[in-house]
């Protein structure tokens, strides 16, 4: 009996094994045949790692290759907390040598939910060595770019800035994004059972972005903006925007704004300081915007600059009395003093020859109330009140630079249009993308070359003689326009105490090289596009005569036309009547 339940309990011993060997095999076969591949992936990933390289952004340089926007080395430290053996070291060791918060830090290596976690994006490389050759399980580091801003202020407005990830956020950075950026690159990491990494296996190298130069010239828009930040701060002005281009190719030398900010802390700056004003701020242009009226009115052959007109010191339209901005009786200017003293009066009366339809046509012309076309984002396209919309008194207002919001770039393209022999050049800012010349876009005649002639010519007489006399520079001519406007207020009424004071010039007068606007936002104590805005003019345009090298055109005459400006008194304009808005000097 012993022998048989002996035996019986060897085979059901023996059966036993045999199942639990059938449950092996069974299970050995369905991880091998069934689930083999999905097992062999998991047992590869966790000794593989791919490592995504991102692509070194292309730099942006002026237009004599200064640099304005560069990467700079970084080394980005991540970690896998599932590897981390030693949390708290490694939190402590981090905050030591990178300088990030240990807390965070070791609160996240303990996070055994999480496989990734960064520790310090784009840190110092030196520091980031450090790290790693104190050899901590877990850790991970690989290279990337920061992206940089040598020039700090200056251009800040026009380039923007890129985010911690390299993209575009604003600016040039933003429009060039798909130019800059390139294409990410890979790496993939074989690693032993601690998580170190032993071999790379295969590397899929990335596309570095293609480098961009600008037409901007660094110093031309370094000297712009201090010009700019000393106007803002004597006359303690809201801001000052100003514009520098070659009126001929519409290339901008300078597009500046103030006050500005540092493109390196641009995280920690307010969007209202960040935004390109010379571009996307429209305001009213008073007086300036007297030279479409005129020169319109030449080109039509209804006036020549010799036309006299019999002109009261007051004039009727529809329901409004318009009045000069300065006390005056009745007298009789030619179409020359109209625009050299900036008489309101005359200019209306111009303007009615004109009619309504053929001044509506003529600033729709000048391009007036829709975009330049600038290779920047965000432009406005202005304001200008559609002909059947007019009412009885835009007549009076509108010729004078009232009733219609421009930007400064759109005030500095008419000017170059006048100074260049009557072509509206397109604004551009992008001279070259990765070597190659940018397609630049031919102009479109607006005047024709004798009007351009008859108009630069009044421009002169403005800073000879006229309300300009402040943009005066010794050894160049020099023509230009003043502009004075008031602002409207919340309530929609003109205000008595918010004006815009603006200039706008062309030098050398004779050929011009650069048309110059300058524009002051609400200024103190002065309020005249004469007094605030020209002598800005007269501070860029000097330096840049000189950093570009531009011959005098009058070196003979400078002498005694500076003379001849001292002595001979000038036409001095009082506040403006409060009865009425009107465009001043």
Not at 313 to 334: C, M, Q
Not at 338 to 355: C, D, F, H, K, Q
Not at 521 to 543: K, L, M, N, Q, T
Request: hydrophobic share 40%; proline share 6%; net charge positive.
């Amino acid at each position: 009996m012993r022998t048989k339940a002996a035996n019986r309990r060897i085979v059901v011993l023996a059966g036993a094994f045999v199942v639990l060997l059938g449950i092996a095999l069974g299970r050995a076969f369905w991880l091998q045949a069934v689930n083999g591949d999905a097992y062999a992936a998991m047992a590869v990933s966790q000794h593989r790692e791919t490592v995504v390289v991102p692509a070194g952004r292309g730099t942006i340089a002026d237009r004599n290759g200064e640099p304005l926007a560069i990467g700079k080395p970084a080394t980005t430290v991540y970690a896998n907390p599932r590897q981390v053996d030693h949390p708290r070291d490694v939190a402590l060791a981090a905050a030591k040598i990178l300088g990030v918060d240990a807390g965070a830090t070791y609160a996240a290596l303990t996070d055994g939910s999480r496989g990734f976690v960064y520790l310090a994006r784009k840190a110092d490389p030196g520091r980031a060595e450090k790290l790693e050759k104190l050899g901590f399980t877990g850790l991970g580091f690989y290279p990337e770019e920061l992206r940089t801003y040598p020039q700090g202020s200056v251009g800040a407005q026009v380039i923007g800035f890129a985010g911690l990830d390299n993209k575009g956020l604003e600016g040039l950075e933003r429009s060039l994004e798909k130019k800059l950026a390139g294409r990410p690159g890979s790496r993939t990491i074989v690693k032993d059972p601690l998580g170190r990494a032993l071999d790379v296996v295969s590397t899929n190298p990335e596309s570095p972005g293609k480098g961009v130069r600008l037409t901007l010239d660094h110093q031309i828009q370094a000297n712009a903006e201090m010009v700019l930040q000393d106007v803002v701060r004597r006359y303690g002005a809201r801001a000052a925007s100003a514009v520098v281009m070659n009126p001929r190719t519409g290339a901008i030398l300078a597009m500046a704004v103030a006050p500005g900010f540092d493109a390196n802390r641009f995280a920690t700056t307010q969007p209202d300081r960040r935004r390109n004003r010379a571009v996307t701020d429209t305001y009213e242009p008073g007086s300036t915007f007297k030279l479409v009226t005129v020169a319109a009115a030449l080109q039509e052959g209804i006036v020549a600059p010799r036309t006299s007109f019999r002109l009261a010191p007051t004039i009727k339209v529809a329901d409004r009395v318009i009045r000069e901005s300065h006390d005056r009786g009745t007298e009789r200017l030619t179409v020359r003093q109209i625009v050299e003293y900036s008489s309101n009066i005359g200019t209306i009366t111009i303007a009615e020859r004109l009619g309504e339809g053929g001044l509506a046509s003529w600033i729709d012309r000048f391009g007036f109330g829709k975009p330049t076309g600038i290779d920047f984002p965000g432009e406005s396209p202005g304001f200008a009140l559609p002909l059947d919309q007019w009412s009885g008194s835009t007549i009076g207002t509108v010729p004078i630079g009232h009733g219609i919001a421009v930007t400064p770039i759109q005030m500095a393209r008419a000017y170059a249009a006048i100074g260049n022999g009557g072509m509206l050049v397109r604004p551009h800012l992008v001279e070259r993308v990765d070597g190659q010349s940018v397609r630049v876009h031919r102009g479109r005649r607006v005047v024709s070359q004798q009007v351009s002639r008859q108009m630069m010519s009044m421009l002169r007489g403005v800073v000879l003689e006229g309300t300009g006399t402040a943009a005066a520079i010794p050894g160049y001519t020099v023509a230009g326009k003043t502009g004075t406007a008031a602002k409207i207020n919340a309530s929609g009424r003109y205000s008595h105490s918010r004006y815009v004071a603006s200039f706008v010039g062309l030098v050398p007068a004779t050929k011009p090289e650069l048309v110059i606007m300058v524009m002051v936002d609400e200024p103190h104590g002065s309020i005249y596009g004469g007094d605030v805005a020209a002598p800005a003019f007269r501070e860029i345009a000097r330096f840049n005569l000189q950093h570009l090298e531009v011959p005098p055109d009058a070196p003979k005459k400078a002498k005694s036309e500076e003379q001849t400006k001292s002595a001979k008194p000038v036409r001095k304009t009082p506040v403006e009547q409060k009865q009425q808005p009107q465009a001043k000097r």
